[in-house]
């Protein structure tokens, strides 16, 4: 270990033992997230830790009138961290800042027609990450990860796949893989998945994961992230290759943990 590597431990030891926590919130945020379920104690004890590591590194705030509470901010922090719980919390450097609205905001876009003339207008949205820039979020859309788990609805999960993805550049569903893993093969899972589920999107089939992700390879990520850890079964049934790739990522198997 570099003496960079051990200073950085260090300063983390220091803010897990000095920040607190209390033992009600924690338990009351955890309860309200099914798709915890079946977590270890040794798990849930590393995912608090990486929660008070992630408050404590970012700068939350609230915008359109949001009073950003602490009940609110644990939540965020809480679903951010499950995807980091076996990768740890250096995989959301190089950023700080995250956004909550009440609910949806407006969002300025740009289209560019066959013709080259750009068409610019707004969109409302739930969440929105940006590239070495904030997360932004619908609180109101965050706060229904608990009531709509069994969809595999999760805009906090989402946003932040794409940080991941982000890691190496512009969000396509490629992140930097481990060094275990075989390029190759991440591709052919989700480039097959990904071809699947666009034609049974297009072919107006009812699917349980949301049919955006077939909006792109870098949404088609996102949102299997989401469904990954709140419907895992589902992902493992229509896709197991790709739930395999997405298990060596993540180094974790919810479809395990949360099995009846």
């Known amino acids: 270990m570099g003496l960079l590597d051990f200073l950085a431990r260090k300063r983390r030891r220091r803010v897990i033992e000095k920040t607190p926590l209390s033992d009600r919130h924690w338990r009351e945020a955890c309860d309200a997230l099914p798709f915890l379920d079946g977590l270890l104690p040794a798990e849930l004890a590393r995912l608090r830790e990486l929660v008070v590591l992630f408050l404590d590194a970012k700068e939350m705030a609230g915008a359109g009138g949001l009073a950003l509470t602490d009940e609110i901010r644990l939540s965020i922090a809480l679903q951010a ?7 740890g919390i250096e995989y959301y450097d190089g950023w700080v800042g995250i956004i909550v609205y009440p609910g949806e905001f407006v969002a300025p876009r740009e289209l560019h027609d066959e013709d080259g003339v750009v068409h610019e207008y707004d969109e409302a949205i739930t969440g929105e990450a940006w590239s070495q820039g ?66 049974r999107a297009d ?16 949404e088609f990520f996102a949102v299997m992230s989401e469904a990954f850890f709140e419907i895992p079964d589902v992902v493992l049934a229509e896709y197991p290759e790709l739930y395999a790739q997405l298990r060596q990522f993540y180094r974790q198997d919810p479809a395990a943990r949360l099995a009846p």
């Open 134 to 199: 904030p997360v932004i979020l619908s609180w109101e859309d965050a706060a229904q990860s608990a009531e709509r788990s069994d969809e595999g609805y999760n805009v906090v999960i989402h946003e932040f796949a794409h940080k991941l993805d982000m890691l190496n550049g512009e969000p396509d569903g490629m992140p930097p893989l481990h060094a275990d893993m075989d390029r190759n093969a991440w591709h052919d899972a989700l480039a097959a998945a990904y071809r699947d589920f666009c034609r």
């Open 81 to 87: 961290c499950l995807p980091i719980l076996n990768l």
């Open 203 to 218: 072919s107006g089939e009812d699917t349980t994961i949301d049919p955006y992700a077939a909006e792109a390879p870098g």
